[in-house]
């Protein structure tokens, strides 16, 4: 029984370093650089080959396995060796990744790591008695949860990683193409189908068809819109108002005009998102900005040259 609840114990800790990898993922790869890897294609490779081997060992250490238990020995003095070496080269302080974001280079990670080594080449050695069937409950309780506890970390890892990379990609924008729709610019009589409330500013027309599981899809998106006290929004269905989809040659659904209150053509396209909807009403609203400061205002005055 003590040998299981030391393969057991062992095997979490090689789970909870693979998992605090995963949990900070670009911080982890980044601290390889000091150990001389210096290309990130390097250090990715390194920190998953890391995380996986740690990994699968400390499922087979927690399952009982002796050829795990000797090899994750092996791996904590590799470990152990690369610190040794970032310590003989002055790295002392510099992040090393071995536990998580937060684990530096110092003589205590070093000694740890050596021990670490010294508990999983003992593990085979640790007398075992026949288990009773509760203890084997027991042993495969603690595998399962420990299972269960890295497939949450791989998770967590894996929506951070998600996260991160849309953070990175450029805002969504909607598909504006000349030709399609309305030219920009131009002023359509489609306004006069709106009733603005006084505080509006724009005016949103959006094309939809009921055969669209797109345009289903975006109805909340609309809807939110609709509550805008700077928008007036309507909606034009493809069969109920066919004239005005021919008469401004709407290409398809889902489509939107953000128009003035005069009827200008601020912007229009196709969109497929809440993000694109909302770009295309923000860059409405730019243009008609620029538009005004464009203009002179009505008391500036004109300087007549001087005559000698």
Same mark, same amino acid.
């Given at each position: 029984?003590?040998?299981?609840?030391?393969?057991? %114990?062992?095997?979490?800790?090689?789970?909870?370093?693979?998992?605090?990898?995963?949990?900070?993922?670009?911080?982890?790869?980044?601290?390889?650089?000091?150990?001389?890897?210096?290309?990130?294609?390097?250090?990715?490779?390194?920190?998953?080959?890391?995380?996986? %081997? /740690?990994?699968?060992?400390?499922?087979?250490?927690?399952?009982?396995?002796?050829?795990?238990?000797?090899?994750?020995?092996?791996?904590?003095?590799?470990?152990?060796?690369?610190?040794?070496?970032?310590?003989?080269?002055?790295?002392?302080?510099?992040?090393?990744?071995?536990?998580?974001?937060?684990?530096?280079?110092?003589?205590?990670?070093?000694?740890?790591?050596? +021990?670490?080594?010294?508990?999983?080449?003992?593990?085979?050695?640790?007398?075992?008695?026949?288990?009773?069937?509760?203890?084997?409950?027991?042993?495969?309780?603690?595998?399962?949860?420990? %299972?269960?506890?890295?497939? +949450?970390?791989?998770?967590?890892?894996?929506?951070?990683?998600?996260? /991160?990379?849309?953070?990175?990609?450029?805002?969504?924008?909607?598909?504006?193409?000349?030709?399609?729709?309305?030219?920009?610019?131009?002023?359509?009589?489609?306004?006069?189908?709106?009733?603005?409330?006084?505080?509006?500013?724009?005016?949103?027309?959006?094309?939809?068809?009921?055969?669209?599981?797109?345009?289903?899809?975006?109805?909340?998106?609309?809807?939110?819109?609709?509550?805008?006290?700077?928008?007036?929004?309507?909606?034009?269905?493809?069969?109920?108002?066919?004239?005005?989809?021919?008469?401004?040659?709407?290409?398809?659904?889902?489509?939107?005009?953000?128009?003035?209150?005069?009827?200008?053509?601020?912007?229009?396209?196709?969109?497929?998102?809440?993000?694109?909807?909302?770009?295309?009403?923000?860059?409405? /609203?730019?243009?008609?900005?620029?538009?005004?400061?464009?203009?002179?205002?009505?008391?500036?005055?004109?300087?007549?040259?001087?005559?000698?």
């Amino acid at each position: 029984m003590l040998a299981t609840i030391a393969d057991v %114990a062992l095997g979490l800790v090689l789970l909870g370093s693979a998992g605090a990898k995963l949990a900070a993922p670009a911080r982890t790869r980044a601290a390889l650089a000091t150990f001389g890897l210096r290309a990130p294609r390097a250090r990715s490779l390194a920190w998953g080959a890391a995380v996986a %081997a /740690e990994a699968l060992l400390g499922v087979g250490v927690a399952a009982g396995i002796d050829a795990a238990a000797w090899a994750a020995a092996g791996l904590m003095l590799a470990f152990a060796a690369l610190l040794a070496r970032a310590l003989r080269a002055g790295k002392a302080g510099q992040p090393c990744g071995c536990l998580g974001a937060r684990s530096r280079v110092t003589r205590g990670a070093l000694a740890r790591t050596l +021990a670490l080594a010294a508990a999983y080449a003992a593990l085979p050695l640790v007398p075992d008695t026949d288990p009773s069937t509760d203890a084997w409950l027991a042993a495969g309780l603690g595998v399962a949860l420990a %299972a269960i506890a890295a497939l +949450a970390l791989l998770l967590l890892a894996l929506a951070r990683e998600v996260g /991160e990379l849309r953070r990175a990609l450029p805002p969504q924008l909607p598909l504006e193409i000349d030709g399609e729709g309305p030219a920009r610019g131009s002023r359509v009589a489609l306004i006069e189908r709106f009733v603005p409330q006084p505080s509006a500013r724009h005016a949103l027309a959006v094309f939809s068809s009921e055969g669209c599981p797109m345009c289903q899809a975006l109805e909340p998106a609309v809807a939110a819109l609709r509550r805008d006290p700077l928008l007036a929004v309507e909606v034009f269905d493809e069969v109920e108002d066919q004239a005005v989809w021919r008469a401004l040659a709407i290409p398809g659904s889902p489509y939107a005009l953000v128009l003035s209150l005069d009827g200008t053509v601020l912007a229009q396209g196709t969109f497929n998102s809440a993000r694109q909807l909302e770009a295309l009403v923000a860059t409405g /609203e730019a243009r008609q900005r620029e538009e005004r400061e464009r203009e002179p205002g009505p008391d500036a005055e004109r300087r007549e040259p001087a005559h000698a």
